[in-house]
Protein backbone atom coordinates (compact mmCIF):
# COMPACT_ATOMS: atom_id res chain seq x y z
CA UNK A 1 0.00 0.00 0.00
CA UNK A 2 1.37 3.61 -0.61
CA UNK A 3 1.40 6.04 1.71
CA UNK A 4 2.83 9.88 0.95
CA UNK A 5 3.24 11.89 4.33
CA UNK A 6 3.79 15.51 4.20
CA UNK A 7 4.78 17.97 7.15
CA UNK A 8 7.00 20.38 7.52
CA UNK A 9 4.18 23.26 6.77
CA UNK A 10 3.76 26.22 9.20
CA UNK A 11 3.03 30.11 9.74
CA UNK A 12 6.09 32.43 8.05
CA UNK A 13 6.38 35.94 7.43
CA UNK A 14 6.66 36.99 3.84
CA UNK A 15 10.11 36.87 2.96
CA UNK A 16 11.15 33.37 5.07
CA UNK A 17 11.38 29.71 4.06
CA UNK A 18 9.99 27.03 4.82
CA UNK A 19 10.89 22.99 3.84
CA UNK A 20 8.46 20.82 3.19
CA UNK A 21 9.02 16.99 3.09
CA UNK A 22 7.17 14.48 1.76
CA UNK A 23 7.82 10.70 3.27
CA UNK A 24 7.07 7.76 0.78
CA UNK A 25 6.02 4.37 2.04
CA UNK A 26 5.30 0.94 -0.33
CA UNK A 27 6.73 2.98 -3.47
CA UNK A 28 10.10 4.03 -4.82
CA UNK A 29 10.76 7.54 -5.46
CA UNK A 30 13.58 6.59 -7.92
CA UNK A 31 11.55 4.81 -9.94
CA UNK A 32 8.61 7.18 -9.93
CA UNK A 33 7.92 11.27 -11.29
CA UNK A 34 6.13 12.86 -8.43
CA UNK A 35 5.21 16.35 -7.77
CA UNK A 36 3.89 18.74 -5.43
CA UNK A 37 0.96 20.72 -5.24
CA UNK A 38 -1.19 23.35 -3.53
CA UNK A 39 -4.75 24.34 -3.12
CA UNK A 40 -5.65 27.77 -1.63
CA UNK A 41 -9.17 28.21 -0.08
CA UNK A 42 -11.64 28.54 -3.37
CA UNK A 43 -8.88 27.63 -5.53
CA UNK A 44 -8.39 24.62 -7.95
CA UNK A 45 -5.33 22.74 -7.06
CA UNK A 46 -2.21 23.39 -9.03
CA UNK A 47 1.19 22.18 -9.60
CA UNK A 48 4.21 23.93 -7.77
CA UNK A 49 6.96 21.50 -8.60
CA UNK A 50 7.53 18.23 -10.22
CA UNK A 51 10.63 15.85 -10.54
CA UNK A 52 10.75 13.32 -13.48
CA UNK A 53 12.39 9.41 -11.82
CA UNK A 54 15.81 10.94 -14.15
CA UNK A 55 15.83 13.81 -11.66
CA UNK A 56 14.29 16.44 -14.44
CA UNK A 57 12.32 19.19 -13.01
CA UNK A 58 9.89 21.50 -13.65
CA UNK A 59 8.65 24.49 -12.07
CA UNK A 60 5.06 26.65 -11.94
CA UNK A 61 5.91 30.33 -13.50
CA UNK A 62 5.17 31.41 -10.44
CA UNK A 63 7.47 29.73 -7.89
CA UNK A 64 10.32 29.90 -10.40
CA UNK A 65 13.64 30.74 -8.93
CA UNK A 66 11.80 30.53 -5.24
CA UNK A 67 11.23 26.85 -4.73
CA UNK A 68 13.10 24.01 -5.50
CA UNK A 69 12.30 20.34 -5.67
CA UNK A 70 14.56 17.59 -4.39
CA UNK A 71 14.74 14.12 -3.41
CA UNK A 72 16.65 11.70 -0.98
CA UNK A 73 16.70 8.25 -2.72
CA UNK A 74 17.99 6.86 0.70
CA UNK A 75 15.29 8.28 2.95
CA UNK A 76 12.62 7.82 -0.07
CA UNK A 77 11.62 11.10 0.71
CA UNK A 78 10.83 14.29 -1.77
CA UNK A 79 11.73 18.17 -0.70
CA UNK A 80 9.89 21.22 -1.27
CA UNK A 81 12.27 23.75 -0.11
CA UNK A 82 10.53 27.06 -0.63
CA UNK A 83 12.64 30.82 0.25
CA UNK A 84 11.28 34.38 -0.66
CA UNK A 85 7.68 33.41 0.28
CA UNK A 86 4.69 35.38 -0.09
CA UNK A 87 1.31 35.95 1.52
CA UNK A 88 -0.08 34.26 -2.32
CA UNK A 89 1.58 31.02 -1.68
CA UNK A 90 -0.59 30.54 1.30
CA UNK A 91 -2.56 26.99 0.76
CA UNK A 92 -2.76 23.26 1.46
CA UNK A 93 0.33 22.07 -0.30
CA UNK A 94 0.07 18.26 -1.30
CA UNK A 95 2.65 15.48 -2.75
CA UNK A 96 0.74 13.30 -5.56
CA UNK A 97 2.95 9.95 -7.70
CA UNK A 98 0.58 9.97 -10.45
CA UNK A 99 -1.66 7.01 -10.23
CA UNK A 100 -0.70 6.42 -6.33
CA UNK A 101 -2.56 8.83 -4.66
CA UNK A 102 -2.22 12.38 -2.68
CA UNK A 103 -0.51 12.78 1.02
CA UNK A 104 -3.34 14.55 3.52
CA UNK A 105 -1.13 17.76 2.68
CA UNK A 106 0.28 20.54 5.10
CA UNK A 107 -0.82 24.32 5.50
CA UNK A 108 1.44 26.97 4.92
CA UNK A 109 0.42 30.19 5.63
CA UNK A 110 2.79 33.24 4.98
CA UNK A 111 1.64 36.47 6.95
CA UNK A 112 3.04 38.86 9.02
Known amino acids: QVRLVESGGGLVQPGGSLRLSCAAS????????MGWYRQAPGKQRELVAE???????NYADSVKGRFTISRDIVKNTAYLQMGSLKPEDTAVYFCNIPGYGWGQGTQVTVSS
Open 51 to 57: ISSGGMT
Open 26 to 33: GILLSVYA
